[in-house]
């Protein structure tokens, strides 16, 4: 049983086109997040949601919104895609400030 | 200066071998130190977490922590070729965010 999962896995587009990735967690966790790892493995955190409310948003495009339907759930949804939008961005989840972070599997997107 | 620096390698060592990844970052304020292990095509996921200074070993894992200095190791004894992946060492000082070294991917050859 999967802890925490995202879809899709592979997103293949073009340029200005508009993507959503969504994440589930069924760990029972308050906070969750979205990272971004680059092509040199750089993760760097994007968004943070505890309990349906942003308390991370760190300098990111405007192109990028957050929506936390319920603490299980985080979506992340790309306008105006660019050719730098191309990633893989993980979702993760925690219980605890500064806790374990459980990371889904990765979402893969490429940007044409 | 980055916040967390760390040697992206590639580091290749044969099986067995003793396996030393290190990291150093500039906030003293940093209290909360992690060491996350990905392999290739899937999520990071936790293998050491410390607090504050000092050692914590699990099983074939030993990881250091000195403040003084800014500098955290994650040690690997009698290397396994399972062991390949990419070590991500993270650093915080709470309020949820952590904020990742590079990686430094290591292949351990049979």
């Known amino acids: 049983d999967t802890a925490v999962s995202q879809t899709p896995k592979y997103l293949v587009t073009q340029m200005g086109n508009d993507k959503s990735i969504k994440c589930e967690q069924n760990?029972?966790?308050?906070?969750m997040y979205w990272y971004k790892q680059d092509s040199k493995k750089f993760l760097k955190i994007m968004f943070s949601?505890?309990?349906?409310?942003?308390?991370i948003n760190e300098t990111v495009p405007n192109r990028f919104s957050p929506k936390s339907p319920d603490k299980a759930h985080l979506n992340l949804h790309i306008n105006s895609l660019e050719l730098g939008d191309s990633a893989v961005y993980f979702c993760?989840?925690?219980?605890?400030?500064?806790?374990?972070?459980?990371f889904g599997e990765g979402s893969r997107l490429t940007v044409l | 200066q980055k916040e967390v620096e760390q040697d992206p390698g590639p580091l290749s060592v044969p099986e067995g071998a003793i396996v030393s990844l290190n990291c150093t970052y500039s906030?003293?304020?940093?209290?909360?130190f992690m060491w996350y292990r990905q392999y290739s095509r899937k999520g990071p996921e936790l293998l050491m977490y410390?607090?504050?200074?000092g050692n914590k070993e699990d099983g074939r894992f030993t990881a250091q922590v000195d403040k003084s200095s800014k500098y955290i190791s994650l040690f690997i004894r009698d290397s396994q070729p399972s062991d390949s992946a990419t070590y991500l060492c993270?650093?915080?000082?709470?309020?949820?965010?952590?904020?990742f070294g590079q990686g430094t991917r290591l292949t351990i050859n049979p």
């Open positions: 949601y505890n309990n349906k409310e942003l308390i």
């Open positions: 906030n003293s304020a940093f209290q909360y």
């Open positions: 410390t607090y504050s200074s």
């Open positions: 993270a650093v915080s000082q709470g309020a949820q965010k952590l904020v």
């Open positions: 993760a989840s925690s219980q605890e400030v500064a806790g374990e972070l459980f």
């Open positions: 760990l029972g966790h308050d906070t």
